[in-house]
C-alpha cells in the first residue's frame, strides 16, 4: 500500500509546511516521496492563500540521507516519474524537474534543516531560497564514492551558492561536512540550536508573510534572474518587475508611514 504521507502538507494561514516523513529511514527520498514533493508542489503552485513554504524533515535525526538506495539498487520507482533510474535522458531529467517545481515555485521557500542532508536532500534544499540549519546537521555528496556524478542539479547550483572551488571539492570528494563549516562557506545562511530551528524558520516565514507578496514575488523573480541574465539584461528586466509589481507606485505612501514611524 502507498505511503500516502511520505511528503505531508500542512497549511496554516498563509504559510505552508512540506514535512519529508519516512523519519525511520532517515526521510530517504523512495518513490513515494518523489511523487510527494511532485504532489505537494503543484498543490503549493494552485493555492494563491499560500505566501511562504517551509520545508523540514520528521523526527530528530535528518532532514533527508538522499535517494532510498534499496530504491535505485531494484531500479524502482512509478513508470510516470522515471520509468528506470539513471537510464535515459528523459527519465532521468524528469525525475529533475521535481526539485525544479520548488526553485520555480512564486513564493519563498525556506529549508530547515534538521539533521542529515545527503545527496539528493542536499540537491533539494540548493532548491529553496533560504536555508537554515540546526548545529547538529551534516551536509554532503557521497554520489562519487558511489559510482555515479550527482545528478539532480547540484553539478549546476552548488557553485552559484558556495563557489565552484567549494562546490568542486565537496563533489569531487563525497566528504561529509558540520553545519558550521556549512554556513562558513555560505550553503546555508544561519545555524540555530537544533530546539530553536523550527522556531525561527517559522518566525522568518511570518515576517515575510506579512509583506505584500505582489512585492515578496516580485523580489524573489528579479534576484533569481542573477544565475541566468547578463548584468545589464536583469538590470533591465528588474525593472520592469518592479513596475509591474507596484512597487514604484506604493514607494510613496510606505515612504511616507515610515517617516511618521521615525
Known amino acids: 500500500m502507498a505511503n500516502q504521507d511520505a511528503v505531508r502538507l500542512d497549511i496554516k494561514d498563509?504559510?505552508?509546511?512540506?514535512?519529508?516523513?519516512r523519519p525511520e529511514a532517515l526521510n530517504a527520498f523512495d518513490h513515494e516521496v518523489l511523487l510527494g514533493l511532485q504532489k505537494r508542489a503543484q498543490a503549493i503552485k494552485e493555492n494563491p492563500e499560500v505566501r511562504?513554504?517551509?520545508?523540514?524533515?520528521?523526527?530528530?535525526?535528518?532532514?533527508s540521507a538522499g535517494l532510498d538506495l534499496k530504491m535505485v539498487a531494484?531500479?524502482?520507482?512509478?513508470?510516470?516519474?522515471?520509468?528506470?533510474y539513471r537510464?535515459?535522458?528523459?527519465?532521468?531529467?524528469?525525475?529533475?524537474?521535481?526539485?525544479?517545481?520548488?526553485?520555480?515555485?512564486?513564493?519563498?521557500?525556506?529549508?530547515?534543516?534538521?539533521?542529515?542532508?545527503?545527496?539528493?536532500?542536499?540537491?533539494?534544499?540548493?532548491?529553496?531560497?533560504?536555508?537554515?540549519?540546526?548545529?547538529?546537521?551534516?551536509?554532503?555528496?557521497?554520489?562519487?564514492?558511489?559510482?555515479?556524478?550527482?545528478?539532480?542539479?547540484?553539478?549546476?547550483?552548488l557553485p552559484r551558492i558556495v563557489g565552484s572551488g567549494i562546490a568542486k571539492e565537496l563533489i569531487l570528494t563525497g566528504r561529509r561536512i558540520p553545519a558550521a563549516e556549512a554556513v562558513r562557506v555560505r550553503l546555508v545562511d544561519h545555524v540555530y540550536p537544533k530546539d530553536q530551528l523550527m522556531i525561527e524558520a517559522n518566525k522568518l516565514a511570518d515576517e515575510i508573510a506579512k509583506i505584500d507578496p505582489h512585492?515578496?514575488?516580485?523580489?524573489?523573480?528579479?534576484?533569481n534572474l542573477t544565475t541566468s541574465t547578463p548584468l545589464d539584461v536583469g538590470l533591465r528586466?528588474?525593472?520592469?518587475i518592479c513596475l509591474s509589481s507596484g512597487s514604484a507606485a506604493t514607494m510613496g505612501e510606505a515612504a511616507q508611514q515610515f517617516v511618521k514611524k521615525e
Open 87 to 157: 537510464q535515459g535522458y528523459d527519465s532521468l531529467y524528469t525525475l529533475k524537474m521535481i526539485f525544479t517545481m520548488y526553485e520555480d515555485l512564486a513564493v519563498p521557500v525556506i529549508a530547515a534543516i534538521n539533521g542529515y542532508c545527503l545527496g539528493a536532500g542536499l540537491e533539494l534544499i540548493l532548491c529553496c531560497d533560504i536555508r537554515l540549519a540546526c548545529d547538529t546537521a551534516v551536509f554532503g555528496l557521497p554520489e562519487i564514492q558511489l559510482g555515479v556524478i550527482p545528478d539532480l542539479g547540484s553539478t549546476q547550483r
Open 52 to 63: 511562504v513554504v517551509v520545508m523540514t524533515g520528521a523526527g530528530d535525526k535528518a532532514f
Open 14 to 21: 498563509t504559510i505552508a509546511t512540506v514535512l519529508l516523513n
Open 215 to 223: 512585492l515578496i514575488q516580485g523580489a524573489k523573480r528579479a534576484v
Open 237 to 240: 528586466m528588474e525593472t520592469d
Open 74 to 84: 531494484s531500479g524502482g520507482g512509478p513508470k510516470d516519474i522515471f520509468p528506470s
